[in-house]
């Protein structure tokens, strides 16, 4: 008799909770002005998941060319974003102040 196993993949791991404090790896984040959120470290921050979700009804397509032609970021760092991890401070700030205007 043979059992079959099947193989966990990363997609069968539970996720973590958005803005989840790990055991020191990311540091936490904490309330900033509007739609970015700052976290210990300096050059690192969130923006605001409810923000991330209006940005993505006006994505055509979830690819490398149309992310860079819709909000000027790369797509690992609207992968990142969705994913709740933080990004570039200078980059959150810039894309929230170029996405309000047309939000």
Not at 45 to 54: G, Q
Request: aromatic fraction near 4%; charge should be positive.
């Amino acid at each position: 008799m043979t059992l079959a196993v099947r193989t966990p993949t990363p997609e069968d791991r539970p996720r973590p909770p958005l803005f989840a404090k790990s055991a020191g790896t990311q540091p936490a984040p904490h309330a900033g002005s509007g739609n970015v959120i700052h976290t210990d470290n300096p050059r690192l921050s969130y923006v605001n998941p409810s923000f991330i979700e209006k940005m993505n009804t006006r994505l055509r397509a979830q690819t490398a060319e149309c992310v860079m032609a819709t909000f000027g970021i790369s797509v690992n760092t609207w992968l990142k974003m969705r994913k709740g991890m933080p990004i570039r401070k200078s980059v959150a700030e810039r894309l929230v102040r170029r996405m309000s205007a047309d939000l």
